[in-house]
């Protein structure tokens, strides 16, 4: 087995692990929750899966940006939500049956919605692009349906082994995602530097500040329910956005890099409006607790 290879079985090995504590930390109930709330289904999936890829293809439109970047933006518009997420919703006051119920429907509704947007994308700029729904669907059952499902399934019938696996199986995800992150972010960093200009980091800056502002509009009354569909809109699953660009151009890697710096600039806009909407829960509970 080549390094590459391994590098590349720790990510998906971690991802499927941290979607699976996802799982050790739900209910059933909580993956229903947002088929009980049929409203918030709708403005989430608005948010999500309308207005996102109309902002992506809005920017695209604006700036004269690269190609590499067009796929990029594109593809992660598309895309369901990553597997990190929940747990930075819940620390920064999402609820539990929110983050998790959005998580898993999003998944199971991006083998449809995916496609078709690729496909009108592609239609809009003159640039055919395809992305096979069954490629969609493994990527989504591997690393978000699958383990997450297993991990409420444990919880289920499986309580104590559930609670005791919680905090080592978190840490084994971590760190395998750290020893395959790290070599393929110095492989691609000249990508990185050399995608740096031509309004590429305005495009990386706009699109998850838009979501966060997107989401926290439509979330409704409720404060955790605004941070949870804030952050859902912001970011958007790797794995699913390299599969599309594989799909369309398998030895395009400033594509791929694109993506990587993309959600690095992510992760840097919307870490401020984590730290506000967990400090507006903690104060909200302690007034509570009064």
């Known amino acids: 087995m080549t390094a590459a290879l391994l590098i590349r079985l720790a990510v998906t090995v971690s991802v499927a692990l941290i979607a699976f504590g996802v799982g050790l930390a739900s209910g059933p109930r909580d993956i229903g929750m947002l088929l009980r709330q049929p409203a918030l289904l709708a403005r989430s999936l608005l948010a999500m899966n309308v207005i996102m890829p109309l902002i992506a293809i809005a920017t695209a439109l604006t700036f004269d940006l690269d190609r590499a970047v067009l796929v990029a933006l594109v593809a992660l518009a598309v895309s369901p939500i990553p597997p990190l997420l929940p747990r930075k919703e819940l620390k920064a006051g999402g609820t539990t049956a929110y983050a998790v119920g959005l998580f898993a429907i999003a998944g199971l509704l991006s083998i449809v919605f995916v496609p078709l947007w690729v496909h009108l994308i592609g239609a809009i700029f003159d640039r055919p692009l395809r992305i096979a729904p069954a490629a969609v669907a493994r990527a989504v059952f591997l690393s978000v349906l699958a383990p997450v499902i297993a991990g409420v399934l ?52 706009l699109f998850p500040l838009l979501g966060l502002g997107v989401g926290h509009l439509l979330g409704g009354p409720q404060r955790g329910d605004r941070t949870v569909l804030a952050l859902s809109s912001a970011a958007r699953h790797p794995g699913v956005a390299i599969a599309i660009v594989h799909a369309n151009a398998p030895n395009d890697r400033l594509a791929t890099a694109a993506i990587l710096l993309c959600l690095v600039v992510s992760a840097v806009v919307c870490f401020p409006y984590v730290h506000w909407r967990r400090r507006t829960h903690a104060a909200h509970s302690s007034s509570k607790a009064r």
């Not at 790290?182 to 000249?190: D, E, L």
Request: cysteine-free; overall charge positive.
């Open 154 to 205: 444990a919880r289920r019938y499986l309580p104590g082994f559930a609670t005791r696996i919680a905090r080592p199986v978190a840490i084994v995800a971590m760190v395998l995602l750290v020893i395959g992150a790290i070599p393929i972010v110095v492989r691609v960093w000249p990508a990185f530097v050399a995608l740096a200009g031509n309004y590429t980091l305005l495009a990386f800056v």
